[in-house]
């Protein structure tokens, strides 16, 4: 198992009601999970939401808490419920109604990385996938439930940014000829998430830095989102995913030239969120329970 389920880095005072969480940028890889793969140490991590944490790192300066993943994505996904578990690699799982994440092997403990590569040679026992989940999936989403209960007892609403990134071609087929290229995909769930002033502010805030910015395509929000996002309780979860090219080499799965100047970038666009709800700032109207 990985050394530590997640990391939590608390502000030394809580003025948010904003909670930042990086589900999947942990890179803990257990060495025997390592020796039991088919993949190298570097396609291993093609899935890896690599460096979303330090890109994030910022926020409790600003009152807000970042939670992160220990284990990294190919070991168990945090954003899958506990239940997405694959017939095709767990021993003994019945195959339930039609899940096309399950179908295509990103289960809650996965089947391939990115471009469909397979993890394994055979299947896994049960046991290790529960072990997986109750050692790793548990304390994480415990962890969220207690910040985000947290902000709302302290603020009287909670804001999740759940931050991730993408490939670079993932935007490739909403990209029209002659406009910038998005480099920014909020996902609410279409409104199912967040309330549609948190997701302007959100955006707004990008926007403002010179980003491009849509929504819900192709990524609208997953288990997370689902999840957590209960804007009548004012409880809202926006997902964000940003292109990996602006700060990253994608092959190598490093930081490129741009990553601490986007960083920086990152780091007004962090402080004004924060700011949603903050102790300065007027509270967003309770919605009817």
């Known amino acids: ?13 809580r003025s ?18 390592l020796r039991r793969t088919v993949l190298d140490e570097l396609s291993i991590r093609s899935s890896e939401d690599a460096y979303v944490d330090r890109l994030f790192d910022c926020a409790p300066e600003f009152g807000a808490p970042l939670l992160r993943a220990g284990a990294p994505r190919a070991f168990v996904d945090l954003n899958r419920s506990a239940e997405e578990l694959d017939p095709a690699l767990i021993e003994g799982v019945r195959r339930g109604c039609h899940n096309p994440r399950v179908t295509s092997g990103l289960g809650v403990i996965p089947r391939v990385v990115a471009n469909g590569r397979a993890i394994y040679r055979g299947k896994l ?17 415990e962890e969220l439930q207690r910040q985000l209960a947290a902000a709302h007892g302290t603020h009287g609403q909670a804001v999740l940014i759940d931050c991730h990134s993408m490939p ?21 769930r279409f409104g199912a998430a967040a309330a549609p002033e948190i997701v302007d502010r959100v955006e707004a805030a990008f926007a ?4 491009t910015v849509v929504r819900n395509a192709p990524f609208a929000g997953a288990y997370v989102a689902q999840h957590y996002g209960r ?18 080499n994608e092959q190598l799965i490093r930081p490129n030239a741009n990553f601490h100047p986007f960083r920086r970038i990152l780091r007004g666009i962090v402080a004004e969120i924060a700011a949603m709800g903050g102790s300065a700032h007027t509270v967003l109207p309770l919605a009817a329970e």
């Not at 198992?1 to 005072?13: C, G, Q, T, W």
């Not at 009601?17 to 257990?30: E, I, K, L």
């Not at 909403?174 to 909020?186: D, F, K, M, Q, T």
């Open 1 to 13: 198992m990985p050394k530590a389920p997640y990391h939590i880095d608390l502000p030394e005072r």
């Open 16 to 33: 948010s009601c904003v909670v930042f969480a990086s589900p999947h940028s942990g890179r803990d890889y257990p060495w025997t999970f």
């Open 125 to 141: 026992s049960f046991d290790e996938a529960q072990r997986r989940i109750d050692g790793v999936w548990r304390p994480y989403h």
């Open 168 to 188: 670079h071609e993932a935007v490739d087929g909403i990209a029209r000829a002659g406009a910038r290229r998005p480099e920014i995909v909020l996902g609410d």
């Open 208 to 211: 403002a830095a010179g980003l």
């Open 231 to 248: 804007p009548s309780r004012n409880q809202h979860v926006v997902q964000v995913e940003i292109d990996r090219a602006i700060y990253m």
